[in-house]
């Protein structure tokens, strides 16, 4: 009996391990029930759904959550006036001993960090590089793109805090209601995607900086004061999805391709 027990516990499937995953569920349940679902019906559906699916090889359940902090930083470094030339463009920076450093940086911005462990993560996003003993950022916009572990947590804390406010929004007073707007057009020429998505990145591009030069003037540096993580996340979608699909099998082929390479 102890060895029909001890095998039947081992064939159970390891229990969630990402803190959001219960909180989004039951936020995307709850709205659905909302919609006019029943849960028994969901729950038939969810089961068959993850049965058709197969856990990702190497994937892992502690998704590193600070690597979107550490990012803070380069949006503090492309604003505090104390960090920028004249012109508007960021000073290069040692990394430490002098009044202007980018550890004096992060420790302003993330005064609870490990300043040595911040510059390390920059490095690796590729959002810092070092030139003659300075550091110098790459870019405006860090983007977690070839990071999979972070690309995944910026994607979970995008699609929680969408549906965190669609909740919100459906059961809060009018006064109460957080943005939640859409603009939606149902006949849109597939031929046009490309320059429109060209279009939208640079007209948000411009639209986010300006939201995040509004928010970094009100933060609070210093403790003492109630705080909440603020986000706003602008998101295209299509439907049915077109853009990639043409390409995503040659992708999937090349990448196919590396893995026997490497072997």
Excluded at 7 to 26: G, H, I, M, N, W
Excluded at 88 to 102: I, K, Q, V, W
Excluded at 154 to 160: I, N, P, R, V
Excluded at 192 to 215: I, Q, S, T, Y
Aim: hydrophobic letters at 40%; a positive charge; charged letters at 25%.
């Amino acid at each position: 009996m102890r060895r029909a027990n001890t095998a039947r516990v081992r064939s159970e499937p390891r229990s969630a391990q990402l803190p959001c995953t219960s909180e989004l569920l039951a936020s995307l349940a709850r709205i659905l029930i909302t919609a006019g679902e029943h849960p028994e019906a969901m729950n038939r559906e969810f089961t068959r759904i993850c049965r058709l699916l197969k856990p990702l090889v190497g994937a892992r359940g502690n998704l590193r959550s600070s690597r979107l902090n550490d990012a803070h930083v380069i949006s503090h470094w492309y604003s505090d006036p104390a960090y920028l030339h004249e012109n508007g463009t960021p000073r290069p920076l040692p990394l430490s001993g002098a009044s202007r450093s980018l550890k004096r940086l992060i420790a302003q911005v993330l005064p609870h960090a490990t300043p040595e462990a911040v510059v390390a993560s920059l490095e690796d996003l590729g959002a810092v590089r070092e030139e003659g003993g300075r550091y110098r950022p790459t870019g405006r916009y860090v983007s977690f793109a070839d990071q999979r572990e972070d690309t995944i947590f910026w994607l979970l804390t995008a699609l929680q805090g969408v549906l965190q406010t669609i909740e919100h929004n459906a059961a809060a007073e009018p006064a109460d209601r957080m943005v939640g707007r859409a603009a939606i057009n149902p006949r849109f020429p597939v031929r046009a995607l490309p320059l429109f998505h060209a279009g939208l990145r640079n007209h948000v591009g411009e639209f986010l900086k300006n939201v995040d030069g509004e928010m970094q003037r009100k933060e609070v540096l210093s403790a003492g004061e109630p705080t909440t993580e603020l986000g706003v996340v602008v998101l295209a979608f299509e439907n049915p999805q077109v853009t990639g699909r043409e390409r995503a099998p040659k992708t999937q082929a090349r990448k196919k391709a590396r893995a026997r390479g490497n072997r």
